[in-house]
């Protein structure tokens, strides 16, 4: 079975430029999540979609972050603009479903210079 | 916010039992108990998961007290690639996974 897929794997930018990260998760898988890891600490959610439709993004900072999942499948976290405090790990999960234990795939390490 | 306290670090000599403790002492009825891994540069790894009965699988035993208040990871022979940071983590199914910053064990040959 093919794992969560993430792309790019590294990035490096300059504070006020834009950047997105690409997530392909498990096939047939309902539940995905976007969690930002900062260095130290453990992961802390930013989104949850069912679907295509979002069930948590309390924790997303609306004014530079932004996310969607075209279809139900694929999703897309982009940032705009960039602070340095955005350098971290930008981990993707999936879940079969919302009750589900969840898989992650191995990230993007971003750095905002 | 992580409803979970766990030790920062631990060491564990190659070929031991690996014995993590977790405590969640204001767990709800209808909070599972989670356990997940992170090998250096990886993404969080699923270990085993509980409600109120101890649970084992191949990776990992699950032992959880009768008050819920406190539960214990079981890594029955640690290798060198059990080294990792293992998170403790209660969870209502269905919603967000809240991660703290979890135990650093290292694995000592």
């Known amino acids: 079975e093919a794992g969560v897929a993430q792309s790019p794997r590294y990035k490096i930018i300059e504070k006020r430029q834009s950047v997105a990260f690409w997530c392909n998760p498990i096939s047939g898988h309902a539940t995905l999540y976007w969690y930002q890891q900062i260095l130290g600490q453990g992961p802390k959610l930013l989104i949850q979609f069912q679907n295509n439709g979002v069930v948590d993004d309390s924790q997303l900072p609306k004014d530079r972050f932004s996310a969607e999942r075209l279809k139900g499948v694929d999703s897309t976290l982009k940032i705009q603009p960039a602070k340095l405090e955005d350098s971290a790990v930008y981990l993707c999960?999936?879940?079969?479903?919302?009750?589900?234990?969840?898989?992650f795939g191995q990230g993007t390490r971003l750095t905002v210079v | 916010d992580a409803k979970t306290t766990q030790p920062t670090s631990m060491d564990c000599a190659e070929g031991r039992a690996a014995n993590l403790p977790c405590n969640h002492s204001t767990i709800s009825g209808n909070e599972y108990v989670y356990w997940y891994r992170q090998i250096h540069s990886q993404g969080p790894q699923y270990i085993i998961h509980?409600?109120?009965n101890n649970e084992t699988n191949e990776m990992a035993s699950l032992i959880i007290t009768e008050d819920r208040k406190s539960s214990t990871l079981i890594l029955p022979h640690a290798t060198l690639r059990d080294t990792a940071v293992y998170y403790c983590?209660?969870?209502?199914?269905?919603?967000?996974?809240?991660f703290g910053t979890g135990t650093s064990l290292t694995v000592i040959p």
């Open positions: 983590i209660v969870r209502v199914v269905g919603y967000q996974f809240y």
């Open positions: 999960a999936s879940s079969l479903e919302a009750g589900g234990e969840a898989f």
């Open positions: 509980g409600l109120k």
